[in-house]
């Protein structure tokens, strides 16, 4: 008989955005009349840019020609996009990444998870808790021993922020700004953690997908603008929640050549070229399409939209907190993030407090339990969402006799 890995067996039943979709199908198909808003997953509401859409015209105007149709690309990226990101995400801010150091991908949700393709099994891995969910289902998918997940936990205590891991860890996930609490690290906080992982020899895997949400200064948008960080980091960033590209599905990863290993029998190995092997063997590349609608986001037109579509958001992050303080409730983020992470008001159960918003003021939110034990007591609200809907869903919390 076959077997399977049976690490799958160690998941929660359901992924969380999938539980949340199905209880809500289940509310509507009970409340059919039921105006629900949704400010549950993080997923985007405005349409795609007028730039973008030009790009994506253009380059489907090219498919339909014989000289100018494309069929398999190149696995990591075309080279007009590589060079786009490593000019303007990178050169731009004073950090010298090359394109043959990017990995264009499908999204950021992928390649988080496939990272854990080239990492040894029996790692030590630490996440922080809350966190988001993918790093943890993942690993749990790869490791050869559940204990080596380490929880990090963050809390109001300590704002939210992990300690540095009292024991020695492998492999650290970092997500600044952050899913789910929608807290930053500031420079010389995340120097800390690159400090650690030179000294330990361990590999960061910084998320910085929410990094255009960031308004402060001295808050890292990158990891590389952390001295040594190209010798212990790997950078993932997407495209979905700056451009709109949920749907379209774009990112990169960062695989910087400075950062090595030496395998079990002392080779030093890179793990640019893991990378590049693992992504030319299961990864046929991104669509041509798409990479050169991604490509527009860096027009100097394409910039300014997409710096309008990061404002409008934010001005819904604004709304909630405001509206969320003026309820007298506690909340977190939403300053440098479009989330916003609010200690449930009324109870310490944030699945039973899922349920109540949903039947009493139908919005849809996330339980901060989905994202970890940690996570209990809190509640998740996203910004994405349009100013009508949110500031509608706001007046019905506001005007909310709260059991
Ligand atoms: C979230 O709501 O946490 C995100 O939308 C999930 C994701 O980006 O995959």
Redesign the pocket.
Known sequence: MFSVNENFLLLNESYL?STISKKVAQFTATHPDANIIRL????VTQPLTPSVISAIHKAVDEMAVKETFRGYGPEQGYDFLLEAIAENDFKAFGIDISPSEIFVSDG??SDVGNIVDILGRNNKVAVTDPV?P?YVDTNLMNLADRDQLIMLPCTAENDFLPQLPSEKVDVIYLCYPN??TGTVMKKEELKRWVDYALENQSLILFDA?YEAYITEKDIPHSIYEIEGAQMCAIEFR?Y??NAGF?GVRCSYTVVPEALKVKSSNGIEIKLNRLWFRRQSTKFNGTAYIVQRAAEAIYSSEGKKEIRGLVDYYMENAKTIREALTQKGWTVFGGTNSPYIWLKCPNTDDSWQFFDQLLTECHIVG?PGQGFGACGEGFFRL?AFNTHEKTREAMERILAWNIG
Not at 40 to 43: A, K
Request: charged residues 15%; aromatic residues 12%; positive net charge.
């Open positions: 955005f549950g997953i993080g997923d950021a949700k988001y993918v899913n789910p997908a997407s979905s929640k949920t996330t996203t």
